[in-house]
């Protein structure tokens, strides 16, 4: 099968990946192999090709957003069908038997798999994944639209319930970066009654899509919203961020980190922390985030703004994304 194959972690202008013909991988007892019909890009995918995340697996197929039916079943699987679609998303394992496992927290389990890091991923043809963590998906959402779902979307999601809001109607919440991840958390949020304010470089792309999408204000990265916010979510990997961010929260709000690799977060007066503001990061997502998301999301339901690359264009599509040349999400069709 094709795939594209990172032998070792370099800046992505060098084009690190490789287009290489590799046996199709076989499933374990308790796995299903999947022909991949497209595959979502990520900027975790990006921190995996530059070496911003230490190396897992070398040789290693990066991409977890992945989309496609499946071809055979592992001796042991009972839950899935050969030719359903199915999506695979970054947690690709869980020990199960950890402390955070045992508690619901598979997120934050001990000995974890990720796709795309410390096994195979979905930039090739095929790809393999533990029946249990893969994800029926809804009729109603093309394989170009999904794939974005399955990061972009789980992640936001989670960012949204680490809130710790209940009642949305007319919170006010302040988005940092609009990529694939703001995208379609502007449309959970709104849908759910909140105000939402954008904060993103880039104003012809990301501002004005933003602003397609019911933005209630949009401006630069760090410029101030017009009111002060209940919560906030901050999806570019910049710790400068951190700072202004708090400084736009409201008593009481909670601003959530999205990323899993951010840059330095510079010092910054305790007052910013004051009057019971909070900081917290998330940590990947369990199951249960990725099936309530999917039932929203179908709901709402959320469109995805995607801009397609060929499957031997991955280098292409990872440096655009670096760029914020993407406008939505990016996705390889294999």
Not at 123 to 142: H, I, K, M, N, R
Not at 295 to 306: C, D, I, K, N, Y
Request: hydrophobic content about 40%; glycine content about 10%; some cysteine.
């Amino acid at each position: 099968m094709r795939a594209m194959l990172l032998d070792t972690p370099a800046s992505i202008e060098t084009h690190p990946l490789r287009l290489a013909d590799v046996p199709i991988p076989k499933p374990d007892a308790d796995e299903v192999l999947i022909k991949v019909h497209a595959c979502g890009v990520c900027r975790t995918d990006l921190h995996v090709v530059e070496g911003d995340l230490e190396v897992r697996r070398s040789p290693i197929i990066p991409g977890h957003q992945v989309v496609g039916t499946i071809e055979a079943l592992g001796s042991d699987v009972k839950v899935c069908d050969i030719g359903e679609r199915v999506g695979v998303a970054w947690l690709h394992r869980s020990c199960g038997c950890c402390s955070f496992c045992a508690s619901e927290r598979e997120n934050l389990c001990d000995s974890p798999d990720f796709t795309g890091w410390t096994v195979h991923g979905g930039f090739a043809e095929y790809v393999v994944a533990p029946a249990s963590f893969t994800y029926p998906l809804p009729d109603q959402f093309s394989d170009l639209q999904v794939a974005p779902l399955l990061c972009a979307g789980i992640i936001g999601y989670r960012c949204l319930r680490k809130t710790g809001i209940d009642d949305w109607s007319g919170v006010r919440l302040g988005l940092y970066g609009f990529g694939a991840a703001g995208h379609v958390a502007i449309q959970i949020a709104r849908a759910r009654g909140a105000e939402v304010y954008v904060c993103t470089r880039d104003r012809e792309k990301h501002q004005a899509l933003a602003e397609e999408l019911g933005a209630a204000w949009t401006g630069g990265t760090i410029d101030k919203p017009p009111v002060l916010l209940d919560a906030g979510i901050i999806f570019a990997p910049a710790g400068e961020i951190v700072p202004a961010a708090l400084s736009h929260l409201d008593k009481g709000g909670t601003l959530v980190l999205g990323g899993i690799h951010m840059s330095p977060i510079p010092e910054f007066p305790y007052e910013l922390l004051y009057h019971e503001r909070a900081v917290c990061s998330v940590a990947n997502n369990t199951r249960e985030d990725g099936h309530a998301f999917f039932r929203e999301a179908a709901e709402v339901p959320v469109h995805t703004h995607t801009e397609t690359f060929a499957l031997h264009n991955a280098n292409e599509a990872l440096e655009c994304l670096q760029h914020d040349a993407i406008r939505g999400a990016a996705v390889l069709t294999v």
